[in-house]
């Protein structure tokens, strides 16, 4: 066979493929973000949000009936906002991850102090709540600073999963350390997909879930080919609608006959990949962090101003 990926991960019991349908758990955080003085007065846009407190029950007695445990990553002020959807995940045994305070973005609206400030929130929030510290970070809007991986190394965080510089997971080399790197991709987030939301700038034509799945499960086809990771990167605003969430059912229902597919939360994913790597089993490629901490010298290109 064609092989497309130099290092595939020697998943367990022999799966092809690791899986896991991580959802980021943002409610309104994101419309008091980009809206501070209106939001409270844009009901329609904060329901279509907060559609959360339905969906993410849905979600999780979903999984439940699949008896399989994911991940869902939370802004630490929707975790307060909405305590009783924390409590829920954690019933069932799923993983809960950081995704910043209020959906702060780490590269736009933060230095490197103020990001480890509103990390440490997180952290703070996620540890009263849920009784252990966080293991992931999603960070809001996939917005990686060049002090985030660095940052997340300090704290001990054992993965991240917001760049997608790979197929399978690599590490991310820090000036403190290394961490892993669990990557998907815009490809398999729900939001370019179907959200139509004039309030956050959103205007994508709505699709039907069927059109949706087939871009999400041909990436899965490919990736259980091929030795890979598939990282559903998806929101229950969106997602977790009757009729999506309903084709997520039969998603799962699809891999599940499909087999060798390990349904996995990021923090197992993560600490496979590094059992593996002590083990000597698999190579990651190691990437330096950050990549570049300054613009291309202005001489490089210029564009013509006539
Ligand atoms: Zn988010």
Request: aromatic share 12%; glycine share 6%; hydrophobic share 40%.
């Amino acid at each position: 066979m064609l092989k497309m990926i130099n290092n595939p991960v020697p998943w367990p019991d022999g799966a092809r493929v690791a899986v896991c349908i991580s959802f980021d758990i943002d409610a309104d955080s994101i419309l008091h973000l980009a809206h501070p003085d209106k939001a409270h007065r844009m009901a329609a846009a904060q329901s279509f949000l907060r559609y959360d407190r339905i969906s993410v029950k849905r979600i999780v007695d979903m999984f439940d009936h699949f008896g399989i445990r994911q991940t869902f990553f939370f802004p630490a002020w929707c975790m307060e906002t909405y305590p009783d959807l924390v409590e829920y995940i954690l019933k069932s045994g799923h993983e809960i991850a950081h995704h910043g305070y209020i959906h702060e973005s780490p590269n736009e609206q933060l230095c490197a102090e103020d990001e480890h400030h509103w990390l440490e929130r997180g952290i703070e929030t996620i540890e009263r709540m849920t009784g252990q510290r966080p293991r992931g970070w999603r960070a809001p809007v996939y917005h990686f600073s060049e002090h985030s991986a660095d940052l997340l190394v300090k704290e001990g965080f054992l993965y991240d999963a917001s760049l997608m510089g790979d197929d399978v997971p690599y590490v991310l080399r820090a000036k403190s350390g290394e961490i892993v790197e669990l990557p998907s991709h815009w490809g398999l987030d729900d939001w370019p997909q179907y959200t139509y939301l004039p309030e956050l700038g959103a205007r994508m034509p709505t699709k039907a879930p069927d059109e949706a799945m087939a871009v999400f499960w041909a990436e899965f086809e490919a990736q259980w080919k091929h030795g890979g990771l598939w990282v559903a990167v998806w929101h229950p605003s969106v997602s977790g609608r009757l009729a999506r969430c309903d084709r997520i059912a039969s998603m799962i229902e699809d891999m599940i006959e499909k087999g060798d597919v390990w349904f996995a939360t990021m923090e197992e994913i993560a600490r496979h990949v590094q059992s593996c790597r002590e083990a000597g089993t698999w190579q990651p490629v190691v990437e330096d962090m950050p990549v570049s901490s300054r613009p291309l010298p202005g001489a490089t290109f210029r564009p013509r101003t006539e």
